[in-house]
């Protein structure tokens, strides 16, 4: 079972920044996908930053520009910066894991991740 710590959410005004951490001390650390998601009350959950098992990097459309994915290898965390924050920013975000992020077809997918975080609340106001 692959455990997942993250930390760094809070409380933000409009525009500011927060940076969001997850630390992954499972050996599966540069086997497997790993990224970003949040879920808003009342909203689906959506994807917002993954970093693939080659290293490539995927953002949602929406969110890049604003918030950018990195990692630490040695360290066995990854960050997501997040950066002129709005209200609608407002969620529950979660660090996941999987070995593999690629759908039938061989294209990335946001879909059906297996190792969740807890989740970390950021609230823009």
């Known amino acids: 079972q692959v455990q997942l710590v993250e930390s760094g959410g809070g409380s933000v005004q409009p525009g500011g920044s927060l940076r969001l951490i997850c630390r992954n001390p499972d050996r599966t650390w540069d086997r497997y996908c790993m990224g970003w998601f949040r879920q808003a009350p009342g909203k689906q959950r959506e994807g917002i930053a993954v970093v693939d098992t080659d290293g490539t990097t995927h953002y949602a459309d929406s969110l890049k520009g604003r918030f950018t994915i990195s990692q630490d290898d040695a360290k066995r965390t990854q960050h997501l910066q997040m950066s002129d924050l709005r209200p609608e920013d407002t969620a529950m975000y979660y660090c996941?894991?999987?070995?593999?992020?690629?759908?039938?077809?061989?294209?990335?997918?946001?879909?059906?991740?297996?190792?969740w975080g807890q989740g970390t609340q950021v609230t823009v106001s």
């Open positions: 996941a894991t999987d070995p593999i992020c690629e759908d039938d077809s061989g294209h990335f997918s946001w879909a059906d991740w297996i190792y």
